[in-house]
């Protein structure tokens, strides 16, 4: 498939971003797909002054999309699709959440912006905020507080750049081709399948419940899947987050969608390591990116952007 605003591309790299950056992002001026996957969670690049600072060192597996970054790169080479991938860990900041999403009672110093008990930081009260600080049967994950220019420096040295860059790059694409989608990929741990009637998914595909990307998009993933003979769920119980909620705005032509993939799947079976299974996943997810590709492409000429166009 080749973009109809840019033929003969010739391949050069768009953007590079080398060592000492936070994300790394692959986007040449031959891609062949309006696509983007990105990794907000795959990031493992810990700083001695992070590891340090845990009280378990547990808490960095159960807070990783554990290897999501290999699986990523793995669909990105199997489908053509241009790739997004964090380096900073979840642990440091999260990037699927909202900047002023903090617990505030885990930050010391003083600064503008503090709030408590409001939407604004709805996910920081359940432990899993821009900054995480307990997990289930773990606890607290930090010795102590972390200081408020830590923080502020966190946002704008990851967090800021990391959407900046995605947001450029979901334009960069959409202005080639007319749309883009961007898929979000993430891991979870298995799901319990009495919660599914005996059943237990592999794949959840997330879409802010029809806000954040066509419903035609939603509705081929879990037909693609079915196809393939994979169980999964739509929106439930991960129907995304911030990344959708800021960059999903299918009437400028920039859709968005998340995966979630139970990590048995590409993990070993205590879910640590990749296992020989993670190529066969990545060149099934291959198969769906690419036929998202196609169904992206078609929408171009569809009203919901010839209507944001007008």
């Known amino acids: 498939m080749t973009s109809p605003k840019d033929q003969g591309g010739g391949g050069a790299p768009l953007q590079d971003i080398g060592d000492g950056t936070p994300f790394e992002l692959i986007l040449e001026a031959s891609q062949s797909i309006p696509i983007l996957i990105a990794a907000p969670h795959g990031g493992r690049s810990y700083s001695e002054a992070v590891e340090q600072s845990f009280r378990d060192p547990a808490c960095k597996t159960r807070l990783e999309d554990r290897y999501v970054d290999l699986l990523a790169a793995e669909v ?3 489908s053509g699709a241009a790739l997004l991938v964090a380096k900073a860990p979840r642990a440091e900041i999260d990037l699927n959440r909202a900047p002023d999403d903090v617990d505030w009672g885990m930050i010391s110093g003083e600064g503008e912006g503090r709030t408590s008990h409001s939407l604004a930081n709805r996910r920081a009260r359940s432990g899993l905020g821009l900054v995480p600080r307990r997990l289930p049967g773990l606890g607290e994950i930090w010795r102590g507080p972390i200081e408020r220019t830590e923080l502020d420096r966190r946002i704008e040295t990851i967090h800021h750049p990391y959407h900046s860059a995605l947001g450029m790059a979901l334009e960069t694409l959409r202005d080639r081709w007319g749309t883009v989608l961007l898929v979000d990929l993430h891991s979870m741990p298995p799901l319990n399948p009495k919660t599914f ?12 419940f029809g806000t954040s990307c066509s419903g035609t998009l939603s509705a081929g993933a879990l037909s693609y899947l079915s196809l393939n003979g994979r169980l999964a769920t739509h929106n439930r119980p991960y129907s995304g987050g ?41 060149r099934l997810l291959g198969g769906l990116v690419k036929m998202l590709g196609s169904e992206v492409a078609n929408l171009r000429s569809g009203g919901q952007f010839a209507e944001a166009a007008e």
């Open 242 to 282: 911030y990344v959708l909620d800021r960059h999903g705005m299918p009437k400028r032509g920039l859709h968005a969608i998340q995966i979630e993939v139970c990590r048995s799947l590409y993990l070993d079976r205590h879910l640590d390591q990749p296992s020989a299974r993670l190529g066969g996943v990545g």
């Open 76 to 78: 990105a080479r199997a």
């Open 197 to 208: 009637g005996g059943a237990r998914p592999e794949f959840v595909i997330g879409d802010r």
